[in-house]
């Protein structure tokens, strides 16, 4: 079967491209045909925006996605600069008692390292449909009224959010609990992926950073 396949990041630079055709009728088969040597650890596919497992039988025209290990969005992406209160007026309402905030922002040290800015690259579509359902089930979870996600993508400098999460409810039990349960399964699952420029170099930077 004659498939797209879709690298990003690590892998994006590795291969020198990040979109090319194959043929492949599993996705446990996409690995092989690239050329690219061993198989990294924790590597994860998705087919048409959906993670999949290695037995998955695919059909022409499928886009296969490389999933790096994910670093870690309501759910927007955003190149320009994110404003936290944006994100708390989308949550607000009469009956919440509590709004909880996260902000993450890019660092001068880290790894014992001086960095100058942070590059974030996403799988754009799938990322947003994984934020969704991140939300969709911390609201299975909690008794809570809303949630925003809002993530930068491209340069970030030094001091600006790269990350900004609301979540409301009638108590601030659920509202700080969801908040921190957000960022950390953000982090885990859903496509993004940030890259420390430093000086003298840079690196990818893999799950949970």
């Known amino acids: 079967m004659r498939v797209t396949v879709r690298l990003f990041a690590g892998l994006r630079e590795r291969a020198g491209w990040s979109q090319r055709e194959f043929d492949a009728n599993r996705v446990g088969e996409v690995w092989a045909v690239l050329g690219l040597g061993e198989e990294p650890a924790g590597l994860l596919y998705a087919v ?3 993670y999949a ?3 998955r039988e ?3 025209g499928d886009v296969v996605a490389l999933i790096p290990p994910v670093s870690g969005g309501g759910f927007i992406l955003s190149e320009e600069r994110l404003v936290l209160d944006r994100a708390i007026a989308e949550v607000a309402t009469d009956e919440s008692g509590a709004i909880a905030t996260f902000s993450g922002t890019a660092r001068r040290h880290s790894r014992g390292r001086i ?4 590059d974030y690259e996403a799988y754009e579509g799938m990322a947003e449909t994984m934020m969704a359902k991140l939300a969709d089930d911390l609201q299975q979870r909690y008794d809570l009224h809303g949630i925003a996600i809002h993530h930068r993508v491209g340069r970030v400098e030094l001091g600006e959010p790269s ?3 609301a979540v409301s409810a009638a108590h601030r039990v659920d509202a ?3 908040c921190r349960d957000a960022i950390d399964i953000l982090k885990e699952t859903v496509p993004l992926w940030k890259k420390e420029v430093y000086q003298g170099g840079e690196e990818w930077i893999g799950t949970g950073s």
């Open 176 to 178: 700080l609990a969801a």
């Open 115 to 118: 960095v100058r800015y942070l």
């Open 58 to 60: 695919l059909v022409d």
């Open 53 to 55: 497992a290695f037995e």
């Open 48 to 50: 048409n925006r959906e």
């Open 163 to 165: 990350v900004v999460i």
